[in-house]
């Protein structure tokens, strides 16, 4: 299940990705940033390095560090799905990437 959220949150890093190239450079809502893996670099460091821990430990203690800054990741990316580059199927895909990953990130077993 882990790969699953690895994967999931992968997939939504890549849509976000995408989303966020635009023709229009004068587009200034916030937080449609084009450094938003800048911003989020906290995040993503955070749970590159729970992730690293419990795949070398896999103790319940680890695995709930893992989950939280998987969480927290999910939390930081989700105010760039209102951006408005984010539109027609590339929403659907982000949105559906966040649901899953969430739902991946609830249903691990940490006991």
Do not use: H
Not at 80 to 105: H, K, P
Request: glycine share 4%.
């Amino acid at each position: 299940m882990n790969k699953k959220v690895l994967f999931a949150l992968i997939m939504a890093f890549g849509i976000l990705g995408l989303a966020a190239c635009s023709n229009d450079d004068d587009v200034t809502d916030e937080p449609c940033s084009t450094a938003w893996s800048t911003e989020i670099q906290a995040e993503i460091e955070g749970m590159s390095l729970a992730a690293q821990t419990y795949a070398s430990d896999p103790t319940p203690a680890n695995c709930e560090a893992y989950r939280s800054a998987a969480q927290a990741y999910i939390d930081a990316l989700k105010p760039y799905g209102d951006c408005a580059t984010l539109t027609g199927q590339s929403r659907v895909a982000w949105e559906e990437a966040v649901a899953e990953a969430e739902a991946d990130i609830a249903e691990m077993d940490c006991s």
